[in-house]
């Protein structure tokens, strides 16, 4: 019953916080700070409708160098919810161009000044990531990327795909890695406290310098501390549900 109490309203949100998300980004069309109120506008009421417990460290994100190129494990939809808590100022996210159609959530996402990707184009592409570079380099704008490119469901970090990493060293911008525990196979929406999430952001790592050749170097140091970073707040967590359990 609580289950699909919560479906409902999550459900009522989604139209609610749609709506005014469109409103904003047709006040204020792709204004790159727009991703971060719309994120807001989603997920913190969600998180109590849910009753999801989300617990955040996330100082060097929130201290960013400026523009960066921001990555982050993809465990599920509810990411939007989960990671809209901790969306950076003038930060925009890059996406299939196929989001555009869903309604409501896709016309906010195109307004707040997003990148939708044709990816069954590869000269559109293309041309998108270099618009990307064009404005990680001149227009004091961060970019969030999903690296794995999927939803991993929370069956562990997924091999990482190579276009943001190019970005990141083309526009010689720093990597920020933001870290989420795994929540999506841990939490349980039919009871009162659902679970409890943690977020973590790591110090940036430096791109200046480097080459196309570095590629792989770097996104095998990412990958390594983030899957070390993930491994180890659940860890945590496991440890204070057991002691939450045998106090």
């Given at each position: ?25 047709i ?50 939809n ?13 930060t ?16 906010l ?14 000269h ?16 004091d704008?961060?970019?969030w ?19 943001a990493?190019?970005m ?11 870290c ?23 110090p ?16 095998q ?16 967590l ?10």
């Amino acid at each position: 019953m609580l289950f699909l109490l919560r479906m409902l309203l999550m459900g009522l949100h989604f139209i609610v916080a749609g709506v005014l998300g469109v409103l904003l980004g047709i006040c204020r069309p792709f204004n790159p700070d727009n991703s971060r109120l719309c994120a807001r506008l989603y997920a913190l009421p969600a998180m109590r409708i849910l009753g999801l417990r989300v617990k955040m460290d996330v100082e060097s994100l929130r201290n960013k160098p400026g523009s960066c190129l921001v990555i982050a494990n993809h465990q599920s939809n509810y990411d939007l919810f989960v990671l809209g808590n901790v969306v950076p100022y003038r930060t925009v996210c890059i996406a299939k161009k196929s989001l555009k159609w869903v309604p409501l959530f896709g016309q906010l996402f195109w307004l707040a000044g997003n990148v939708l990707i044709d990816r069954g184009n590869a000269h559109k592409a293309r041309r998108a990531m270099l618009t990307t570079t064009h404005t990680l380099q001149h227009e004091d704008t961060s970019i969030w990327v999903f690296p794995e490119g999927t939803r991993n469901l929370g069956k562990g970090l997924l091999p990482f795909k190579k276009g943001a990493f190019h970005m990141a060293i083309a526009a010689g911008v720093p990597v920020v890695q933001v870290c989420v525990s795994n929540y999506v196979t841990h939490m349980r929406i039919n009871r009162w406290n659902s679970g409890d999430v943690l977020i973590r952001s790591l110090p940036p790592i430096p791109t200046v310098g480097l080459t196309v050749d570095d590629i792989p170097a770097l996104m095998q140091t990412c990958h390594a501390q983030m899957d070390e970073c993930i491994a180890a707040m659940d860890l945590n967590l496991v440890g204070a549900s057991l002691l939450a359990k045998n106090p």
